[in-house]
């Protein structure tokens, strides 16, 4: 196997700068490849060159293995490193690779078509000794009678599951035969976009059970090791959120059990490079084969702090021909939490828009794997993965502690994301015992996991009022000595009011140097030590804080030791304008995407929650559904249209009760 020299990352994001960063390290020059809104993003600065994809979808990008090809050729690369999702899993790209005279830093074109198609792999592996779940491919999902004799051998609850493909996307629990014909469309639409392929099957579905996954890795010298499991029960949508290894309901006895069928299936397959052999663990401890993975898991790193490896550079070094190291051992506890652009309290939404801040602090024991910085603008076109962060410590308790202050201290700003819920996740009881598996959310409300400290809003909005007047006083042209809002007669407080999500709005008062009131409630014990433009230094109620603010334009983030407000500051003298309403009963789109199905017509009555049409943004579809029973009596946008954030997508007129 020759050296490599020069590599090409067909990736994008935060593992495109991980693999980089490893590659640096190593000697190895890198090629970076970019779609068009990816231009200015952190992983074309972290290589050395980088090749434009012309284009903004996956499908016309990171998903054209000609492109990716001739882009390696070009730069004079010997080798490509798929990272995670896109082509990672795909055999045709591995085989064109290896024959355009390239090394595919993975297993081979064989063996991940063996493992890429689930149902033969199922079959393969359980011959192989593997406990495996009762399954079968959807070969004409047009075919319903099919469809549902399939269904009736596999059993409901099932999963529709995309064929070629991971990471949850193309995913559908069913739990009712009715239900299963949609499902399995949007599954393969879904799976269509995430993969460049639509083929789905269907899967014995295990309510509630651990997913408890073994890192396996071979060399070109017949070897294949397990590097221990990782717990990803913590879920949504299919989509893993917390990871963490060791996993706290794996005892010895059972680790090695999975390990031992890890290995085999490993072993069964001839396999070359890093994978994942994943696994569904029932409360007795029984467990059975979901999947393997022929590529690096999102959620490597957790590995890598117990064992000491770094995986990337073994994933290069066994694409060599080096072996693997022996006496391989782990230590510790890691755990990885997942910040996406994406809101909790709206089922999850992708959310869109400019970083305006991204710090996460540094501290010991803890890593961010990034990809993106302040000034990044996060699109719709892509996963809306923002970065990884990953604690290390001697004890699980103290690791779950460390991550979730870090994730509690850091700044982010412009874009909602799932911060808040990680905190509340990993402070919550049933998580912090170790007790939870996959039906975790199901149980927990994301509104009750996000709930904000009721202390922050009040502290929060006095220092956003207190330093929007030192940056004024800071600005003043003229009497810039007096203090803010000085008379020769008193007359009324100064008073500025804010909206936010929490309450609706907020009115703060003040007048310097000790009072400020919240809605005509004075704060108690207020103690004003020091105030700038982007810090105030106050005490309330006894207690002294130092509170960040951040000014972008009227918008004001807030950060201090009660968390994080966002707050918008009205216009003290706004103009008498009225906005025009939308068509009451008008569905808006929740962020940019593309509508890629529309399931009803104009004039068609819907009853409340039927799907009227499903949006793709961010490789995941989003159904809108109708509000309320009616009629649609708007319908503006077709299948293949683009819609901007607010656009109206249908009107649904509310249906009149007689009296």
């Not at 968390?563 to 009205?570: I, K, M, P, Q, R």
Request: one cysteine or more; charged letters at 25%; aromatic letters at 4%.
């Amino acid at each position: 196997m020759p050296l490599i020299r020069r590599l090409l990352i067909a990736n994008r994001g935060e593992i495109a700068v991980r693999i980089a960063r490893t590659a640096r390290a190593m000697g190895i020059a890198t090629v970076a490849v970019f779609a068009d809104p990816d231009a200015d993003s952190p992983h074309v600065a972290a290589a050395d060159e980088a090749v434009r994809l012309p284009g903004r979808t996956p499908a016309d990008t990171y998903l054209r293995a000609d492109l990716l090809i001739a882009a390696a050729r070009a730069t004079g690369a010997d080798a490509i490193h798929p990272g995670y999702g896109f082509l990672s899993e795909n055999a045709d790209f591995a085989r064109a690779t290896d024959a355009a005279g390239l090394s595919f830093v993975g297993p081979s074109a064989r063996t991940i078509a063996a493992m890429g198609d689930k149902v033969a792999a199922k079959d393969l592996l359980g011959r192989a000794g593997v406990p495996v779940l009762p399954g079968g491919l959807v070969r004409d999902a047009d075919d319903l009678d099919a469809l549902a004799d399939l269904a009736a051998h596999v059993g409901f609850p099932l999963l529709v599951k995309a064929a070629f493909g991971g990471g949850g996307r193309g995913m559908r629990a069913v739990r009712d035969k009715g239900d299963l014909a949609d499902a399995v469309a949007a599954a393969r639409r879904e799976a269509a976009a995430a993969f460049g392929d639509d083929t789905v099957f269907l899967e014995r579905l295990v309510e509630r059970p651990r997913h408890v996954e073994v890192q396996i890795f071979g060399d070109a010298h017949g070897r294949v090791v397990a590097l221990f499991e990782r717990d990803c029960s913590i879920q949504r949508r299919h989509q893993k959120l917390i990871e963490e290894t060791p996993s706290p309901a794996v005892d010895a006895a059972l680790r090695a059990e999975l390990c031992a069928a890890a290995v085999a299936a490993g072993r069964a397959i001839g396999y070359l490079g890093a994978g994942t052999v994943e696994f569904v663990v029932d409360r007795a401890g029984a467990f059975h084969l979901l999947e393997v993975n022929t590529r690096l898991q999102v959620e490597h790193p957790v590995t890598e702090l117990t064992t000491g490896l770094d995986l990337v550079r073994l994933q290069l070094l066994v694409a060599e021909g080096h072996p693997l190291p022996t006496g391989i051992t782990a230590t510790g506890h890691a755990i990885e939490a997942r910040l996406y652009a994406e809101d909790p309290i709206r089922d999850f939404t992708p959310t869109v828009g400019t970083l305006h801040r991204f710090e996460i602090p540094e501290q010991d024991g803890i890593r961010v794997d990034s990809g993106v910085v302040t000034g990044t603008s996060v699109g719709p076109y892509y996963d809306s993965l923002l970065a990884k962060v990953i604690a290390y410590a001697p004890t699980r308790d103290e690791a779950r502690r460390k991550l979730a202050y870090a994730l509690s201290r850091a700044r982010i700003h412009g874009v909602r994301t799932n911060r808040d819920l990680l905190v509340g996740i990993l402070r919550e009881p049933e998580f912090t015992a170790g007790d939870a598996d996959t039906g975790y959310l199901d149980r927990h409300a994301p509104t009750d996991l996000c709930a904000a400290d009721p202390a922050a809003l009040p502290v929060h909005a006095a220092a956003a009022a207190l330093a929007r007047q030192a940056e004024r006083r800071a600005a003043a042209g003229v009497l810039a000595t007096l203090p803010s809002g000085w008379r020769n007669v008193r007359g009324a407080d100064q008073e500025v009011t804010y909206t936010h999500d929490t309450a609706g709005r907020t009115t703060v008062t003040y007048r310097l140097p000790d009072h400020v009131a919240i809605d005509g409630k004075p704060l108690p014990g207020l103690v004003v030590h020091a105030a700038c433009a982007d810090r105030v230094d106050l005490t309330v109620h006894g207690v002294r804080r130092t509170i960040a603010v951040h000014r972008v334009g009227e918008t004001v983030y807030v950060d201090s030791p009660l968390g994080a407000s966002v707050l918008t500051e009205l216009p003290r003298l706004p103009e008498p304008a009225e906005p025009e309403p939308e068509p009451a009963g008008s569905l808006l789109a929740a962020m940019p995407g593309t509508v890629v199905r529309v399931a009803v017509a104009e004039g068609d009555h819907v009853h409340a929650g039927q799907l009227v049409l499903a949006v793709e943004a961010m490789k995941m579809e989003h159904e809108v559904t109708a509000p309320h029973g009616g009629t649609v009596t708007h319908l503006p946008v077709g299948p293949g249209e683009v819609v901007d954030t607010g656009a109206v997508l249908a009107v649904v007129a509310a249906e009149t009760v007689a009296e």
